[in-house]
């Protein structure tokens, strides 16, 4: 859904969303929307800034660190971002970010896509290591056993397996 910034009124805008799972791709490999994505979102006009606020929700499947298998998490975010028109952003080579400049978006040509920024949003909240649960347990690094369902019978390899070309020598 896009937003043309001259038709946000003075008293602001408030939009309701629902973008059907299927539209969010874009993802990645191992990040699905597995819901309608819900939005309820109000912007206010400023000069040529828009403040938004809101909260987002859906459900996201991704794939377990340890052990691979998908699961399910429930995405919630609360939203507050402040957008200014792409061409009022500095040009310069390198600047110092600040913390105010976490909370800016740009938009482009006087039109704010939401389903971009949505999406963004999306991707923010999968965790850094995804787990289908705190106590999982992986796979054995040997024989590839999903240790969750049972334990391996595998026996480690003793050493490094770096050196293993010297352990010939010493026997000779």
Known sequence: MEIKV?????????VELFEEAATFDG???????????KAFLSLKKVGTTVYLS?????????????????????????LKLDMVPLESMP????RELHADD?????????IINLKDFLREQILLQVPMKPLCSEDCRGLCQY?????NIAPCACVPPSGHPGLSGL??????
Do not use: W
């Not at 040009?91 to 390198?94: D, G, L, P």
């Open 6 to 14: 001259i038709d946000i009124p003075v008293e602001g805008l408030n």
């Open 27 to 37: 993802l990645g490999e191992d990040v699905k929307a597995l819901s309608p994505v």
């Open 54 to 78: 809101g909260n987002m929700e859906t459900e996201i499947g991704l794939a377990c660190s340890r052990c691979g298998k998908p699961f399910e998490v429930h995405a919630e975010a609360g």
């Open 91 to 94: 040009r310069e080579e390198e």
């Open 102 to 110: 976490l909370d800016v978006e740009f938009y482009k040509n006087g």
């Open 143 to 147: 024989c590839g056993q999903d240790l």
């Open 167 to 172: 352990k010939d020598l010493l026997g000779k």
